[in-house]
């Protein structure tokens, strides 16, 4: 277990001590230096006892439930601000209604917790650094180093203070506690009241020396239990106040794909439709070609026209199309006719005319030009024609 102190969120001189038994030194240096520790090893970062409020109340009750809605209101005059940016942790004794709950601000608690992760550490406990002392029953651990005083008043129990407020510290403890007072005591300057016989004092001699057991029976305070839940309830109630919003986005995204995916389907039978009216109307118009794929359609239409142009290479049979058109082009120019049958075979048009007089015919006759063989007979005021063009038959 690798256990980092440190003094702010920003400190470029850590302490650790890697707990390998029951005892480690601590050791102090750069952070170069305590990241490879970190190698397979669990992390558990100590912050300033001065950020965290551990506490007691007391509650009749040891159901869960009830205590976790119960333990926010009991300790809510502790609460320096509102209950929403507090982050608590408690921890309800065995045979007694006391309830040890540790308090600190969750904005600072994801200060301290990105200190590590932005260095590639995830903490998996974070504790206030006065747990760090060691601790007995009915024996109080007071440290002192420079102007920073901190006490550890019992298992789950315990602040920091300035030296200024060393006083009134004592006093607090006099009046609390029997006397004499057992203190496990350490300090880096003489104090007068180290003579004060409300004390018996037990000095410390290892001070640069970490006790697996101090921390273990803190545990129970973890500050990070909690918080991803925490995190869990955060984005339910976001859902909740959501979810309608979302739910009608849903449905507006289904019903626009159902109605593009209709109109698709619309458009897909369109298609199909008119593919079929396309093959249809090939087969009218060039008979002699089969088996036409529709996406070959236009492809093959180009060969057929190209073949009926006579530029499509080497052909078998004609298309009757180039007769049709030259026949339909001198009927145009020629009043005074009308079409009583047209029949097509490969490469000839056959088409049965009437006129009212023979000087129309004869025109028919010279607008198609030679190789038109025309026939004609008069029943009556009527003159009846007959005329086939292209391949003889």
């Not at 006892?49 to 502790?78: G, H, M, S």
């Not at 996406?295 to 006579?310: I, M, N, Q, T, Y």
């Not at 097509?344 to 006129?355: E, F, H």
């Not at 025309?374 to 005021?381: A, E, F, N, Q, T």
């Amino acid at each position: 277990m690798l256990v980092i102190r440190l003094q702010n969120p920003d400190d470029v001189e850590p302490a650790w001590a890697l707990l390998t038994g029951a005892v480690a030194d601590w050791q102090h240096g750069s952070w170069d230096t305590l990241l490879p520790l970190a190698q397979g090893q669990t992390v558990v970062l100590l912050i300033p006892a001065r950020e965290v409020l551990l506490t007691q109340t007391t509650i009749n009750t040891r159901n869960q439930r009830q205590l976790q809605q119960a333990v926010p209101y009991a300790l809510e005059e502790a609460l320096a601000d509102d209950a929403e940016n507090q982050h608590i942790v408690w921890q309800a004794r065995r045979d007694s209604p006391l309830i040890d709950a540790a308090i600190v601000a969750r904005e600072r608690l994801h200060a301290w917790q990105n200190a590590l992760t932005q260095r590639g550490l995830r903490p998996s406990t974070i504790l206030p650094d006065v747990f760090a002392l060691p601790w007995e029953a009915e024996l109080l651990t007071l440290w002192q180093q420079g102007d920073h005083v901190w006490v550890r008043t019992g298992e789950l129990a315990g602040f920091s203070c300035n030296r200024s407020a060393l006083p009134l510290v004592l006093a607090n403890l006099r009046t609390t506690y029997p006397a004499p007072v057992r203190v496990r005591w350490y300090s880096d300057q003489p104090e007068m009241w180290q003579a004060d016989e409300a004390f018996t004092l037990i000095p410390e001699i290892h001070t640069e020396q970490l006790h697996a057991s101090s921390l273990n029976s803190a545990m129970p305070l973890n500050l990070l239990r909690g918080l991803q839940s925490e995190h869990t309830a955060t984005r339910r109630e976001q859902w909740r106040r959501w979810r309608l919003a979302a739910v009608l986005t849903a449905v507006a995204v289904v019903l626009g794909f159902s109605t593009y995916g209709l109109h698709i389907y619309r458009m897909q039978q369109q298609l199909a439709a008119l593919d079929a009216q396309n093959l249809s109307l090939f087969s009218e118009l060039f008979p002699e070609q089969n088996n036409v794929d529709v996406r070959a359609l236009s492809l093959r239409f180009d060969s057929a026209l190209l073949a009926v142009k006579g530029k499509g290479g080497t052909q078998t049979q004609r298309s009757a199309l180039q007769p049709l058109a030259t026949f339909a082009q001198a009927f145009a120019s020629n009043a005074g006719l009308s079409v009583d049958a047209i029949q097509t075979q490969a490469g000839s048009v056959s088409v049965t005319l009437q006129a009212k007089e023979q000087q129309a015919v004869d025109n028919l006759r010279a607008a198609l030009g030679e190789g038109v063989a025309l026939k004609s007979s008069r029943s009556g005021d009527t003159i009846k024609a007959s005329l086939t063009l292209g391949d003889k038959p």
